[in-house]
Nanobody
């Protein structure tokens, strides 16, 4: 069964940190570039971080130097360490394959709320 399950979200004050996890199943995880996406209220879902099969990472300017994506191929899991959180980081966070044409069914996402 192809599935993505995100977890680790919550409510945090500005300047705080959270670590998100995304467990994948039903795919050959180590063969795929993985990404974290987020969707704020009334906004489109955007790719904010990606990690290739060899561990090369890339970030959207809005999260660069604050967020860190990593992966554990043995656990079929991708992580997002979020530091120095800002209210504008408030969104539902999702993971999926990269690029878009390789997407599989979206998970339920995990809500991150940053209070000022």
């Amino acid at each position: 069964q192809v599935q993505l399950v995100e977890s680790g979200g919550g409510l945090v004050q500005a300047g705080g940190s959270l670590r998100l996890s995304c467990a994948a199943s039903g795919i050959i995880f180590s063969n795929n570039t993985m990404g974290w996406y987020r969707q704020g209220s009334g906004k489109q879902r955007d790719l904010i971080a990606g990690i290739t099969t060899d561990g090369t990472t890339d970030y959207a300017d809005s999260v660069k130097d604050r967020f860190t994506i990593s992966r554990d191929n043995a656990k079929y899991t991708v992580y997002l360490q979020m530091d120095s959180l800002k209210p504008e980081d408030t969104a539902v966070y999702f993971c999926n394959l990269v690029p878009k044409y390789r997407h599989i069914s979206w998970g339920q996402g995990t809500q991150v709320t940053v209070s000022s």
